[in-house]
């Protein structure tokens, strides 16, 4: 039983030792990356395949969480006579919390999956040796990019996420609900602050780098076979899945006590 | 390429040893791949390494170019170690190879000329695309793929695909080229193609070679020295000749292609009932 514990203990430490290694060589790799202009192409080309391509599912996630949102607290909110303020209540839970979430989990599934099964048959296909044989960095040339467009454009995704949900709520609110416009629009307006915004943006880096960190790794780490790339992209999106989680919980925990120290606090529905 | 293990042949790293192997061990967990070897690769000779699958010779020759560090043991390149670089420092050293690996490893989300330009882009700054359209050409001409620049590898035949990875292993103009296992998966004249391509880059690049392979006719073809591994341990070394009439019994085992005694009886063994196994009526009541 012992040596049992022992051995899964170390295989542990062994893991997270590659995993921090992998990490520390990534960012070193990126920031070369930035500094050879040679290499844009290869970024723009991940921007393109991760980024853009990402929008419409984005968007959908984005306005199905606004409408979600809007069924579930239109009756309560008319219960207390407060069903003007819809726009205050979507706002500030779509920028500040659902959005950012939502819009990575889905980015975890889309771009974690498709990065980890692509760099998986790269390595069982030995091309990631290849790449190694022509005295090439696999992680300058394979993983820098991937994880640099990931990196500056999850925050964008997030801002799309943002914007279809306020409309997706503006859509069960005032097209369904019959609440006034106007009211809708300006409740949004005054609840969601540049600092809300701001919170989703700075959500969107960490969440962006942590999936294409956590999917390359698990591609490059990943097992022969059809099984072993299967195994490696169901690992990725469980850890990076738990990984978003995780950062949103502890950028909740610091962005609070910044706010609670820099201003007063500010009531929901006040 | 010469080893220490066969009495005939002694490790000279000091006459022509571009490559250099000591007491190279290698085990993954508890199994052990390759155990002590030592060899010497000579410069601009063939060196073909034959052994049962399994019995690590893509290990051996993954370790020559060091994408594969050692357990323990040391590998030189041109009397300097390489066992032990960083791997920017590896990848200086590595533009000097060209690797042909088992499956031909080409980028499947790059055309032909790409993959071909690939290394030449990681290494050079192009100015004139003129003359990189030059190289392309003149690299698939050598393996007779000339007009196939704009195929996906998607696109290309198994022996189609090894001849673009054999032109891309040598868009560098590397001193060593490395195949593994060049002719698997091929028909014979498929094969042959690919045997004769060797032997002319040789001739015509002046390179050293080393090929991983259990082919006999490819290895008797193309090799000025062949060395046997046998788990994990080289077991023979010599030219051709010197191996077809080697006296150790898995020598000829491997090279006449015949099934030993031991797995003769367990082949013949397989298919009959044991009287200790139990029948479906044994459960019925």
Same mark, same amino acid.
């Given at each position: @039983?012992?040596?049992?514990?022992?051995?899964?203990?170390?295989?542990?430490?062994?893991?997270?030792?590659?995993?921090?290694?992998?990490?520390?060589?990534?960012?070193?790799?990126?920031?070369? +990356?930035?500094?050879?202009?040679?290499?844009?192409?290869?970024?723009?080309?991940? @921007?393109?395949?991760?980024?853009?391509?990402?929008?419409?599912?984005?968007?959908?996630?984005?306005?199905?969480?606004?409408?979600?949102?809007?069924?579930?607290?239109?009756?309560?909110?008319?219960?207390?006579?407060?069903?003007?303020?819809?726009?205050?209540?979507?706002?500030?839970?779509?920028?500040?919390?659902?959005?950012?979430?939502?819009?990575?989990?889905?980015?975890?599934?889309?771009?974690?999956?498709?990065?980890?099964?692509?760099?998986?048959?790269?390595?069982?296909?030995?091309?990631?040796?290849?790449?190694? +044989?022509?005295?090439?960095?696999?992680?300058?040339?394979?993983?820098?990019?991937?994880?640099?467009?990931?990196?500056?454009?999850?925050?964008?995704?997030?801002?799309?996420?943002?914007? @279809?949900?306020?409309?997706?709520?503006?859509?069960?609110?005032?097209?369904?609900?019959?609440?006034?416009?106007?009211?809708?629009?300006?409740? +949004?307006?005054?609840?969601?602050?540049?600092?809300?915004?701001?919170?989703?943006?700075?959500?969107?880096?960490?969440?962006?780098?942590?999936?294409?960190?956590?999917?390359?790794?698990?591609?490059?780490?990943?097992?022969?076979?059809?099984?072993?790339?299967?195994?490696?992209?169901?690992?990725?999106?469980?850890?990076?899945?738990?990984?978003?989680?995780?950062?949103?919980?502890?950028?909740?925990?610091?962005?609070?006590?910044?706010? +609670?120290?820099?201003?007063?606090?500010?009531?929901?529905?006040? | 390429?010469?080893?220490?293990?066969?009495?005939?042949?002694?490790?000279?790293?000091?006459?022509?040893?571009?490559?250099?192997?000591?007491?190279?061990?290698?085990?993954?967990?508890?199994?052990?791949?390759?155990?002590?070897?030592?060899?010497?690769?000579?410069? %601009?000779?063939?060196?073909?390494?034959?052994?049962?699958? %399994?019995?690590?010779?893509?290990?051996?020759?993954?370790?020559?170019?060091?994408?594969?560090?050692?357990?323990?043991?040391?590998?030189?390149?041109?009397?300097?170690?390489?066992?032990?670089?960083?791997?920017?420092?590896?990848?200086?050293?590595?533009?000097?190879? %060209?690797?042909?690996?088992?499956?031909?490893?080409?980028?499947?989300?790059?055309?032909?000329?790409?993959?071909?330009?690939?290394?030449?882009?990681?290494?050079?700054?192009?100015?004139?695309?003129?003359?990189?359209?030059?190289?392309?050409?003149?690299?698939?001409?050598?393996?007779?793929?000339?007009?196939?620049?704009?195929?996906? #590898?998607?696109?290309?035949?198994?022996?189609?695909?090894?001849?673009?990875?054999?032109?891309?292993?040598?868009?560098?103009? #590397?001193?060593?080229?490395?195949?593994?296992? #060049?002719?698997?998966?091929?028909?014979?004249?498929?094969?042959?193609?690919?045997?004769?391509?060797?032997?002319?880059?040789?001739?015509?690049?002046?390179?050293?070679?080393?090929?991983?392979?259990?082919?006999?006719?490819?290895?008797?073809?193309?090799?000025?020295?062949?060395?046997?591994?046998?788990?994990?341990?080289?077991?023979?070394? %010599?030219?051709?000749?010197?191996?077809?009439?080697?006296?150790?019994?898995?020598?000829?085992?491997?090279?006449?292609?015949?099934?030993?005694?031991?797995?003769?009886?367990?082949?013949?063994?397989?298919?009959?009932?044991?009287?200790?196994?139990?029948? #479906?009526?044994?459960?019925?009541?």
């Amino acid at each position: @039983m012992i040596g049992i514990v022992a051995t899964k203990t170390i295989s542990g430490l062994g893991n997270s030792g590659r995993f921090a290694r992998f990490v520390w060589q990534t960012i070193t790799a990126s920031a070369w +990356s930035c500094s050879k202009s040679r290499t844009y192409p290869l970024i723009w080309t991940q @921007m393109l395949i991760i980024g853009v391509r990402s929008v419409p599912v984005i968007l959908i996630t984005g306005a199905f969480v606004g409408m979600t949102l809007a069924i579930q607290v239109y009756d309560q909110l008319r219960s207390m006579g407060l069903e003007e303020r819809m726009g205050q209540l979507v706002g500030v839970s779509v920028v500040k919390e659902l959005g950012p979430v939502l819009a990575a989990v889905m980015l975890a599934g889309r771009i974690g999956g498709a990065l980890t099964a692509e760099l998986g048959t790269m390595n069982v296909t030995e091309q990631i040796d290849a790449v190694r +044989s022509m005295g090439t960095n696999p992680i300058r040339y394979l993983v820098a990019p991937r994880v640099l467009a990931c990196l500056l454009l999850t925050p964008f995704l997030i801002i799309y996420a943002d914007l @279809m949900g306020i409309v997706g709520g503006y859509f069960i609110s005032v097209v369904l609900k019959g609440i006034n416009s106007q009211a809708y629009w300006s409740f +949004s307006a005054s609840a969601v602050e540049l600092w809300d915004i701001s919170i989703g943006i700075i959500k969107g880096f960490f969440f962006g780098s942590a999936i294409a960190v956590i999917s390359c790794y698990n591609g490059f780490t990943c097992r022969e076979g059809a099984h072993g790339v299967g195994q490696a992209c169901t690992e990725a999106f469980v850890a990076s899945f738990i990984s978003i989680l995780a950062i949103n919980f502890a950028l909740a925990v610091v962005f609070n006590a910044i706010y +609670s120290t820099f201003w007063p606090l500010r009531s929901l529905v006040g | 390429m010469k080893q220490n293990n066969d009495n005939k042949t002694n490790i000279d790293s000091d006459t022509n040893g571009i490559l250099v192997v000591k007491n190279l061990t290698k085990h993954f967990d508890d199994n052990i791949v390759l155990d002590n070897i030592s060899l010497t690769i000579e410069k %601009g000779k063939t060196t073909v390494v034959i052994g049962p699958s %399994g019995c690590g010779k893509t290990v051996l020759i993954k370790h020559l170019i060091v994408l594969l560090r050692p357990s323990s043991g040391e590998v030189y390149f041109k009397n300097r170690r390489i066992d032990n670089l960083s791997e920017n420092e590896l990848n200086k050293i590595r533009i000097h190879y %060209g690797f042909l690996f088992q499956g031909g490893a080409l980028f499947d989300s790059l055309s032909v000329a790409e993959n071909i330009l690939f290394p030449v882009r990681q290494h050079y700054k192009i100015t004139d695309w003129e003359e990189v359209e030059e190289i392309i050409k003149t690299k698939l001409a050598m393996v007779g793929l000339d007009g196939f620049q704009n195929y996906y #590898p998607a696109n290309l035949s198994g022996g189609q695909q090894k001849r673009v990875a054999l032109a891309r292993a040598i868009a560098l103009d #590397p001193e060593v080229i490395l195949y593994d296992e #060049p002719t698997t998966g091929l028909d014979p004249i498929r094969a042959d193609i690919i045997n004769e391509l060797i032997l002319k880059l040789r001739r015509e690049l002046g390179v050293t070679v080393v090929v991983v392979t259990h082919d006999m006719t490819s290895a008797y073809k193309i090799a000025d020295r062949i060395i046997m591994l046998h788990n994990g341990k080289i077991i023979a070394g %010599g030219d051709a000749e010197h191996i077809r009439n080697h006296p150790h019994p898995t020598v000829q085992q491997f090279i006449n292609g015949q099934v030993s005694d031991d797995d003769l009886t367990i082949l013949r063994m397989s298919g009959t009932i044991s009287k200790a196994q139990f029948l #479906p009526r044994d459960f019925e009541k």
